[in-house]
């Protein structure tokens, strides 16, 4: 079972830049889809983007194309979540999860909390 620690989010400025780390243990990203999500508050959870770790394959969702990047560093088991230009309304806790085909992600992180003041 792999565990999923997310860190880097701090309050930043409207425009500002954040990049957040989701760290594997336990066991490879290998065979995995990794997501990004985000909870602000008031809100339901919403997808973020992901990376296919076989294959390379990046989805965002379309609130954060063009500003958000997902990469990845095989030999540190890490996926980044790379987010410029940023907005009040980005203000969330982010989350990492895995999907290996099943009903759903699972293996949450502890969520990092990001918020962009006005």
């Known amino acids: 079972q792999v565990q999923l620690v997310e860190s880097g989010g701090e309050l930043v400025q409207a425009g500002g830049s954040l990049r957040l780390t989701c760290a594997a243990s336990?066991?490879?990203?290998?065979?995995?889809?990794v997501g990004w999500f985000r909870e602000a508050p008031g809100k339901e959870r919403e997808f973020v983007g992901s990376i296919n770790w076989r294959s390379g394959s990046i989805t965002y969702a379309d609130s954060v194309k063009g500003r958000f990047t997902i990469s990845r560093d095989n030999a540190e088991n890490t996926v980044y979540l790379q987010m410029i230009s940023l907005k009040p309304e980005d203000t969330a806790v982010y989350y990492c999860a895995v999907y290996n085909g099943g009903p759903s992600y699972h293996s949450w992180g502890q969520g990092t909390r990001v918020t962009v003041s006005s």
């Open positions: 336990g066991r490879t990203f290998s065979g995995y889809t």
